[in-house]
Nanobody
Framework: QVQLVESGGGLVQAGGSLRLSCAAS????????MGWYRQAPGKLRELVAA???????NYGDSVKGRFTISRDNALNMVFLQMTSLKPKNTPVYSC???????????????WGNGTLVTVSS
């Protein structure tokens, strides 16, 4: 199993910045893609950003130019630097990892419990 733990959420004013972190832990695993998703109450979960182990990045259209995803492969961590934050419906940001356990031929999706980001207007 792979455990993901997010940190860095909280309250920020509109236009402000926030940095989210996610740490993956477990035994004998490797991670391909790590990413961030968000879900506001009553809304579908949406991709915020994702990054492969090689550093290729993909962003949701609504955050392009404002958010930056990065990762530290040695520490099995992924980060999301958010700037110019806009008031939204208090979405929960969740960390996702496509990880493969040793001896198992296919990868699996793992999720953190999420961290709440509230942007005040």
């Amino acid at each position: 199993q792979v455990q993901l733990v997010e940190s860095g959420g909280g309250l920020v004013q509109a236009g402000g910045s926030l940095r989210l972190s996610c740490a993956a832990s477990g035994r004998d695993f490797s991670i391909n893609t790590m990413g961030w998703y968000r879900q506001a109450p009553g809304k579908l979960r949406e991709l915020v950003a994702a990054i492969t182990s090689g550093g290729s990045r993909n962003y949701g259209d609504s955050v392009k130019g404002r958010f930056t995803i990065s990762r530290d492969n040695a520490l099995n961590m992924v980060f999301l630097q958010m700037t110019s934050l806009k008031p939204k419906n208090t979405p929960v940001y969740s960390c996702n990892a496509d990880a493969q356990l040793a001896g198992i031929p296919r990868g699996m999706d793992y999720w953190g419990n999420g961290t709440l980001v509230t942007v005040s207007s």
